[in-house]
């Protein structure tokens, strides 16, 4: 069983910058291509942001320049930093593969803007 665990979300001013982890355990974390996504109230969860088992990246237009997906696989370890924060990054943040989610999801880790 592969677990996924969410951590670093809190409450930042706009303009601020967080760091988000995901640790998995249970699986060849670094055979995967991870991403992490996001589910603001009442909107769809959408994918954020990718990064291949060769560290190839991708990002969400809404995110381009102001998000960095990076991993560290020898941790089974992704991370996310998010800087120039918006009031509409305010989500709950998930990590999973991508760009097909082939695992359960976490519990997710808050992040909220304030304007």
């Known amino acids: 069983q592969v677990q996924l665990v969410e951590s670093g979300g809190g409450l930042v001013q706009a303009g601020g910058s967080l760091r988000l982890s995901c640790a998995a355990s249970?699986?060849?974390?670094?055979?995967?291509?991870m991403g992490w996504y996001r589910q603001a109230p009442g909107k769809q969860r959408e994918l954020v942001a990718g990064i291949t088992s060769g560290g190839s990246t991708m990002y969400a237009d809404s995110v381009k320049g102001r998000f960095t997906v990076s991993r560290e696989n020898g941790k089974n370890k992704v991370y996310l930093q998010m800087s120039s924060l918006k009031p509409e990054d305010t989500a709950v943040y998930y990590c999973?593969?991508?760009?097909?989610?082939?695992w359960g999801w976490g519990q997710g880790t808050q992040v909220t803007v304030s304007s």
């Open positions: 249970g699986s060849p974390f670094s055979i995967k291509s």
């Open positions: 999973n593969t991508y760009p097909i989610t082939f």
